[in-house]
């Protein structure tokens, strides 16, 4: 089956989808990819049961199911939730405690309270969200919590199911489920509305919601932050044709009565509750989604892109009987689609006087697509068909004659319905209703135009990225004026869209690609969600100029806060939880991404810092970005000495296990505070990991401590952190961990023993032995490999 629900990571298992909209927009893209469990049998949780764990209830026709979820890359975080019983890839449809997450599903519990509410226990057994009903009757009234195959979990009177407390559609979070209402209570005013997640991995409200005018027009708004309108529809008449197009699949109904206005819709399908409509985290749209039989797109990385000059392929070849072939069942027919705009660049065929003429003619040549016939004469399309639009209500609309194979006719007969094709940007490949194989996207989106104009820049979502034009980023960045910082790949600005939006925007240095493949590149770098991972949201493809834009981090990078004298000094726990952090990050990476992707530069200022101190690992696939020039890179980036893996020197392959070294550089630095190389005297340098690693054999970790945090540290976290990094820095990369390893053993389940001390570092020992001139500043009786000279650390480290 295909889906379609926000767009998956490509460090997940790939799924093809398509979804359709309002006018407001229609995009293609895949689900988030969700931690799914098993499922019980029951529907109700009763007073004397709950739920914790894998534990789940199932609605009785088994469409949807209620228990814990997980998002990936969420780093461990559990929500209560309601998703799809019958899509393969679990999408969640309700979150009960998007605010309030917990970290520890097993010890928590979903269970009614003596009360009568539907309550969420942590681990704690504190009550982290609740329905907080106070009209449920008095304690001799049987109150029970059931998932309908609507999608609605109803708190009601377990001998009365009439009688509901409480229910979900009333508190909807990101999606809309048919039969749900979206509105206004004119009596109570609250409403039920649509709030984004934060990000594809955080069910938290995001930035967007979308709701009923609280003024009392009749119109919807969609706010930014809960206060400014970034977008409203038109105002309605009571007829469904001025605010959206009405549904080919769905049927939509407006009550406005003296106690509320709402807005609710039904799917004109069997299983109605496979579609959904959501608000779309990154671009505020509002996405009709629905879970279709077998899409088949040309090119899904040029469609995913935005490129969708290849259009669709046909589900069903044409026969191209002609007009010789006797055997009716295989012949070629044509369906009718009324109200159209008619696609661009008819060809014209003056000898046809009739319909009928027309469709001959049409149905004798292999390559026609199809024809239209009116007074003006008959024309025809071959290949495919560009800026064609259903529902198309305007004075030069018209009626098209598509060809199909005779099986497809037979389903689009036998089911009475149509798929609407709608266009984006004039192209389109060929098109059929019913078993559609794709749709496509509605051209001039009222969604666009009312983004351009809230934002006042020309930006196109695409993948749930923002497409900039180089003057946008130059103005946004005051011209470039602020530099936050610059490395290998190229130096990044501090930057401000309007919404005071604060962003980074890095101008990648010496890159050649050509154009398909760095959006390429990008599109699936903007994808991959991780909440260790900077995430990307936009970028720039202009000639020669290539830039990134990213999430800005208020808290700068990992180095600023380490290594700054008027920072704040941080304290052990919140390093210890930035190097779990980073390795979880990079671990995502390595093993769990489609394409593992190696980030080769590795190092403090390439950690940033949310307002949290939440680390968040920046640059990563940049070194494919660059590809065959990283060469160049490499030499550059080889000016931070002390983090580049000896393979990079040997010629050896590079694996994932040249970020592992790096990151143990990076765990000593964390340790100590300070960066691996200090410069002692104008000729004598000293080197921590040469410290560190003698000191761990010898078992004297304490002296390794950052002195400004006088001593304070778990120091069983502090010896794992010191053996771990001497591990990561291992002259053999098959002695090095890996990063789940090392996540593995920061966090304690996994035993470490002391590491050998590193050839290279056993060499700089043997070369600097006589270049002892002081007692040093680790401790007053430093080991002699802790002091060299310049060149002799050049020498042992590359």
């Excluded at 950690?607 to 939440?614: C, F, K, R, S, T």
């Excluded at 040469?690 to 006088?710: M, Q, W």
């Amino acid at each position: 089956m295909v889906k379609t629900t926000a767009m998956a990571s490509p460090c997940s298992s790939a799924t093809s989808s398509l979804h359709f909209s309002f006018s407001l927009s229609l995009s293609l893209s895949l689900s988030l990819s969700l931690l799914f469990f098993s499922a019980t049998s029951t529907d109700t949780i009763y007073a004397e049961t709950s739920l914790s764990g894998n534990q789940t209830i199932t609605s009785r026709g088994g469409r949807f199911v209620l228990g814990f979820f997980t998002p990936p890359g969420s780093g461990g975080n559990y929500y209560i939730g309601i998703w799809y019983g019958e899509i393969s890839v679990l999408t969640p449809a309700w979150v009960a405690n998007r605010v309030t997450p917990i970290t520890d599903q097993t010890t928590s519990e979903l269970k009614i309270s003596d009360d009568g509410n539907l309550v969420l226990l942590n681990q704690f057994k504190s009550v982290i969200w609740s329905t907080n009903v106070t009209t449920i009757p008095s304690s001799d009234s049987t109150v029970v919590a059931v998932i309908l195959d609507n999608g609605n979990l109803q708190l009601r009177d377990g001998s009365n199911s009439s009688l509901v407390f409480w229910q979900s559609f009333d508190h909807p979070t990101d999606t809309w489920l048919p039969g749900a209402k979206l509105g206004f209570n004119k009596i109570t005013k609250r409403s039920q509305h649509l709030t984004s997640w934060k990000n594809k991995v955080d069910p938290s409200p995001g930035i967007f919601t979308f709701e009923m005018d609280p003024t009392g027009l009749s119109q919807y708004l969609i706010l930014w932050n809960m206060s400014r309108i970034y977008w409203a529809s038109v105002l309605w008449d009571g007829h469904l044709s001025s605010l959206v197009p009405v549904g080919f699949m769905y049927h939509m109904q407006v009550v406005n009565d003296t106690d509320e206005m709402y807005i609710t819709f039904t799917a004109d399908v069997a299983n109605h509750s496979m579609y959904r409509v959501v608000l779309d985290n990154d671009t505020g749209q509002i996405q009709v989604q629905v879970w279709i039989e077998n899409s088949k797109i040309k090119s899904q990385t040029d469609w995913d892109l935005g490129d969708r000059s290849q259009g669709c392929e046909r589900k069903t070849p044409l026969q191209c009987s002609g007009l010789n072939n006797s055997v009716d069942s295989e012949k070629d027919g044509f369906f009718e689609m009324t109200n159209v705009r008619l696609p661009d660049s008819p060809n014209t065929l003056a000898t046809a006087g009739s319909r009928e003429g027309c469709e001959l003619s049409c149905l004798s040549n292999c390559s026609c697509n199809a024809y239209s016939y009116n007074d003006s004469g008959c024309f025809v399309w071959y290949g495919g068909l560009l800026n064609l639009q259903e529902q198309y209500n305007q004075s030069d609309a018209g009626t098209l004659y598509l060809r199909l194979a005779a099986s497809e006719l037979q389903s689009s007969e036998s089911h009475k319905k149509r798929m609407v094709a709608h266009i984006s940007n004039g192209v389109v490949g060929v098109i059929v209703p019913a078993v559609v194989v794709c749709l496509f996207i509605i051209g001039g989106l009222i969604w666009k135009r009312e983004r351009r104009r809230a934002t006042q820049n020309s930006k196109i979502v695409q993948n749930s990225m923002v497409s900039f034009m180089y003057d946008e980023l130059r103005m946004a960045t005051k011209n470039f004026s602020e530099k936050l910082g610059g490395g290998g790949f190229g130096s990044v600005f501090k930057g401000s869209l309007p919404g005071s939006i604060d962003i980074a925007v890095k101008k990648l240095e010496g890159l050649y690609q050509g154009e398909k493949q760095f959006r390429s590149e990008v599109s699936t770098l903007g994808a991959i969600q991780h909440v260790n991972l900077i995430r990307l949201i936009g970028f720039c493809s202009q000639g020669t100029k290539k830039l990134l834009v990213y999430e800005l981090m208020p808290s700068g990078s990992l180095a600023d806060q380490l290594f700054r004298s008027n920072s704040n000094v941080l304290d052990w726990k919140t390093r210890y939880r930035i190097a779990i952090g980073t390795a979880r990050g990079l671990a995502y990476l390595h093993e769990q991404c489609r394409n593992n992707i190696i980030h080769c530069d590795i190092k403090p200022e390439n950690i940033l810092l949310d307002d949290a101190l939440v680390p968040k690992v920046a640059d990563f696939g940049l070194a494919k970005l660059v590809g065959r020039n990283f060469s160049k890179v490499l030499t550059t980036i080889r000016g931070s000495r002390g983090y580049i893996a000896p393979e990079w020197i040997s010629g050896m392959p590079i694996t994932t296990k040249v970020d592992v070294y790096s990151y143990g550089m990076m765990l000593f630095e964390i340790i100590s505070g300070k960066r691996n190389l200090v410069c002692a005297t104008e000729s004598c340098f000293e080197f921590f990991p040469s410290v560190a690693t003698s000191k761990l054999i010898n078992g004297d970790v304490e002296v390794l401590l950052d002195h400004r945090l006088e001593g304070e540290a778990d120091m069983g976290e502090l010896a794992i952190a010191c053996k771990l990094a001497g591990w990561c820095i291992q002259d053999d990369e098959s002695s090095r961990p890996t990063m789940s390893q090392v996540v593995q053993a920061l966090e304690g389940n996994l035993d470490i023993n002391i590491p050998p001390i590193p050839k290279f570092l056993q060499r700089l020992s043997d070369s600097c032995a006589d270049n002892i001139n002081s007692p040093g500043n680790f401790s007053s009786n430093q080991n002699s490999n802790s002091r060299a000279s310049s060149a002799e650390i050049n020498n042992a480290t590359t």
